[in-house]
């Protein structure tokens, strides 16, 4: 058997919940670096930053084409944005992907707490299962019983009779 059934069956033995919430175990092991980077990744991937983007852009296209005609901070072809962005780009990828590796490393915990769960409650039922056969088969014998009493108690009346 794994560790993990193992878990399972310590749970069972000493009627302890397993259920838990995989999400505080993960919190609270998070080191300031990680927290950011989820908070960056999350976002760097709403509605929020789109718009934002979009206005920034085109605020900087219409100052250095309108606003600015006789003097730009960065002319038509907007170099430094282009270098903005690059920047942008190149600090935001790895930011992501650091947070996406946390994410597979949340997935697998919570797919290795479902298991748990999953198998605790399949022995249990598996056993509530043993102890209702075991009830109706003692019903059985129990049924059993009281039709041969009242057979003899049958037998008694026509032999009375």
């Not at 991937?45 to 250095?64: D, P, Q, R």
């Not at 600090?91 to 915990?109: C, E, F, K, N, T």
Request: negative net charge; glycine residues 4%; contains cysteine.
């Amino acid at each position: 058997m794994t560790a993990l059934d193992n878990e399972v069956l310590e749970s069972l033995r000493q009627q302890e919940i397993l259920s838990r919430n995989p999400e505080e175990e993960l919190q609270a092991g998070l080191t300031t670096g990680q927290r950011a980077a989820d908070r960056l990744a999350a976002f760097g991937g709403s509605w929020t930053f789109l718009i934002l983007f979009v206005v920034v852009m085109g605020l900087w296209i219409g100052v250095n084409s309108v606003v600015l005609i006789i003097r730009p901070f960065d002319p038509y072809p907007f170099i430094f944005l282009n270098l903005v962005l690059s920047c942008l780009a190149a600090i935001q990828a790895p930011v992501i992907m650091m947070s996406q590796v946390r994410q597979g490393i949340r997935d697998r915990l919570h797919a290795r707490h479902d298991y748990q769960v999953n198998l605790k409650a399949e022995l249990e039922i598996r056993h509530l299962h043993q102890k209702i056969d075991h009830l109706l088969s003692h019903q059985w014998e129990r049924l059993v019983e009281i039709q041969e009493i009242q057979m003899e108690s049958i037998n008694e009346t026509r032999s009375h009779t």
